[in-house]
């Protein structure tokens, strides 16, 4: 116990000197800074001070999300589809943050939203993720009727359903956003795992580019590939747990063959009837 | 009506009250938002003509300008003077975002801008996430014995309570106890070392923190200047570290309760898992009580019986 907390530790010491080394170099400070000094210079009515307070606005604004570029036609942040997205983010804990309550009343909105939210969405993912194994269990059965190869059939089930899910939900979704935001491949595929890992960083958001022209079924594509993907990925995770057990049963017998006892209360747990 | 029958129509009730709730949010969160947003829009529109008109600049340079500071901003790099002191990615804050990516919390207040920084999170994460889970899990696990069936055989034997009281009075006592030391007591810390941040805004972020949401809105030790900033970045990651484990914690005693209270079954929800390898009711069998404790926290890791992050059980 305390050995796996040890490793976790380290894991994530590991992981932070590793983004030190690499992040450091991209983060360039002397850049910007003699920017600002080269635009200062090519303007000579204008003060430190002032463009200080200036900039200081910029920043609080694109904090609330709000951009000063160009003409200010664009669309509100809070208009009701994005609300909508920015209800859903909330609830599926992915919560991008580019745009996020700034009163008092949406924050203790937020909070109790939250609270119900949350919660509700896991028992709904994990229904629908059961859904999906039924389907899948299903079509093994209907398989393994036809043909005698029992493991092999099972093996190659698993195998096409983690394919076409990982096509359906990333390789896809990857094309799309490369096409619609103009991304590159591997922007696109970053933010298609940020998102469905519920990490959800924001530095890529889709469908929030003001400069952009978005078809009218691409928010409803969005919201769906996310709820899909996230059950999807709740999936994946029940297998893998399913896996690593048959594994961990697998690697007791061959341990201590002498001890079937071991094996009896596991094998019943191991296929849980799904509630039909 | 079969039961499978039955089922579906339960799931697709689920569902659309799923999606009527989201509407719901939808329309309070634009309902509050806009109008303040508007504001500010108008105000920004002012400053900016205000600042054109009284200076030499010219637009195009000035938006070229807006562009790359938004850009910078973006990233978290800012071009005041004294931000430029503190790095984004000395060791504390790099360890600081490792721990957001590993327990998908995610701010988003520095995020990688290299193509191989972004390459290793995902990596890193497809690796870190199970992990973190699987630790967690084992603490709770380990953490339920202590917290959960000592106090609850205590209120039946001592105080004599029939089982259904006894575990709402100890779910209620916990989830006191967890809001006060991980609410409010994180908050008025937070409150009082970030000048910035009223008491309401300091428990908002230990919400949307702990819920592993990380809007990044509020993130604490980003102000320049900061005293002790690299132990401060560690406290926040140990507070949330302990904040996950006693949100999974609070999460099991419930279902456990609601397992108990027939509501599982009510909403035909799944049960708990380890209640298939136990006793129906382990935590109420005060004979047992031994037995089962020696046996559970003997049992190997088992993924089966793990509540993962985003499925309540199996």
Known sequence: ?276 | MSSWYKSWILLTGFILFYVAYLLFGAFVFSTIERPVEDKLKRDIQVLKEEFLNQSCVNATSLENFLERVLQANKYGVSILPNSSASSNWDLASSLFFANTLVTTVGYGHTTPLSDTGKAFSIFYALLGVPFTMLVLTACVQRLMHLVTYGPISMFRQKIGLDPLAATAVHFAILLLVVVLGFFVVPAVVFSYIEDTWSFLDAIYFCFITLCTIGLGDYVPGEKPGQNFRSLYKISVMVYLFVGLMMMYLVLRAFHRMADLHGLTSFFQLPHCDEDIEEDREPIIEAGHEDQHEVEASAKPLDPASQTSYNTINR
């Open chain 1, 1 to 276: 116990m305390a050995l796996l907390a040890l490793a976790h530790f380290m894991y994530q010491m590991v992981g932070a000197t590793i983004f030190q080394m690499l992040e450091k170099e991209a983060e360039d400070h002397n850049h910007f800074q003699l920017e600002k000094l080269h635009f200062l210079a090519n303007c000579t009515c204008l003060d430190g001070l002032h463009m200080e307070r200036f900039v200081q606005v910029i920043r609080d604004s694109s904090k609330v999300g709000l951009s000063l570029k160009g003409n200010q036609t664009m669309d509100s942040f809070w208009k009701f589809t994005s609300s909508a997205v920015f209800a859903a983010t909330v609830v599926t804990t992915i919560g991008y943050g580019n745009m996020s309550p700034s009163t008092t009343a949406g924050q203790i909105f937020c909070v109790f939203f939250a609270l119900f939210g949350i919660p509700l969405n896991m028992v709904v993912l994990n229904r629908v993720g059961k859904y999906m194994l039924a389907i899948e269990r299903n079509a093994c059965d209907f398989i393994q009727g036809k043909t005698n190869h029992r493991k092999l059939t099972r093996f190659m089930i698993h195998l096409l359903s983690y394919l076409s899910g990982t096509a359906l939900f990333f390789v896809m979704p990857m094309v799309v956003f490369k096409q619609q935001e103009g991304w590159s491949y591997s922007q696109a595929i970053y933010y298609c795992f940020i998102s469905l890992s519920t990490i959800g960083f924001g530095d890529y958001v889709a469908d929030s580019n003001p400069d952009k022209y978005y078809p009218e079924w691409y928010s409803i594509l969005m919201a769906s590939w996310i709820f899909f993907g996230l059950a999807w990925l709740a999936l994946v995770i029940n297998h893998t747990g399913e896996i690593l057990e048959r594994l961990n049963t697998h690697l007791k017998h061959w341990w201590s063959p002498e001890e079937p006892s071991n094996a009896g209360p596991v094998d019943e747990v191991k296929e849980p009837p799904v509630d039909g």
